[in-house]
């Protein structure tokens, strides 16, 4: 069956410092690869997107990036993190047919 | 343009009633939409979905949801609620055109508070 991990669960960083989330799913291949930021616990917003190796596709300007070196991972990073970059980041992923949404369990990231 | 709504940021039940949270959608064609729970500081877990076929589609945990293509709703239901529903809803519907085809279109949510 298919399964995706997401860490780390929670994460404490100095306003300046680097990122690094890292996302990775077993059990399937080719599959569409997501970020999502979730703030003040409510709603989403799709940050990356993902059909391929190398291909990644950024749904709003910000001071995060994301890759995708393999098949099933997905990489969120940041060079130097802001205060605004606090919140509850959500990896994802589909199948090609983009039939259902699986999700991480997700990284509480708060900037200080 | 594409958009998924959530009206009510709260909905409060009591145990054994029915509860209804409400979602409305905008998107061309035929569209495809789920729902999804959150429970705090957890990931989405997938509820149901609804692609094509029977309106009232049933999902986990005792819900279902009823699409209804004249008034683009797709209401999330259950007949006799728990305590243990108590959490945060998400409706969400496929974008079917432009750059972000395929990528799922998230409503606010809902909070569900469901009270002994």
């Known amino acids: 069956s298919q399964t995706i991990h997401q860490w780390p669960a929670t994460l404490v960083q100095p306003v300046g410092s680097p990122l690094s989330l890292e996302c990775t799913v077993e059990g399937t291949s080719n599959p569409n690869l997501y970020w999502y930021r979730q703030a003040a616990g409510r709603g989403l917003q799709l940050l990356f997107y993902?059909?391929?190796?190398?291909?990644i596709s950024s749904e709003v300007p910000q001071n995060l990036s994301a890759s995708r070196p393999q098949d099933r991972q997905f990489i969120l990073s940041s060079k130097k993190l802001l205060l605004s970059d606090s919140g509850f980041y959500l990896c994802?992923?589909?199948?090609?047919?983009?039939?259902?949404?699986?999700f991480g369990q997700g990284t509480r990231l708060t900037v200080v | 343009a594409q958009s998924v709504a959530q009206p009510e940021d709260q909905v409060n039940v009591a145990e054994g009633n029915p509860l209804t949270v409400k979602c409305t959608y905008s998107?061309?064609?035929?569209?495809?939409l789920f729902w999804y729970v959150q429970y705090p500081n957890r990931g989405l877990q997938f509820l149901l979905k609804?692609?094509?076929?029977?309106?009232l589609v049933k999902g986990s945990y005792g819900f279902e949801a009823e699409f209804n293509k004249s008034q683009t709703s797709f209401h999330l239901k259950k007949p006799s609620a728990l305590v243990s529903d108590s959490a945060l809803y998400f409706c969400?519907?496929?974008?079917?055109?432009?750059?972000?085809?395929?990528?799922?279109?998230f409503g606010k949510g809902t909070k569900l508070s469901v009270k002994p």
């Open positions: 609804y692609i094509t076929g029977d309106n």
């Open positions: 993902s059909v391929g190796i190398g291909q």
């Open positions: 994802a992923w589909t199948d090609r047919g983009w039939t259902e949404a699986f």
């Open positions: 969400a519907v496929r974008a079917n055109y432009g750059g972000s085809q395929g990528n799922l279109i």
């Open positions: 998107v061309s064609g035929n569209p495809y």
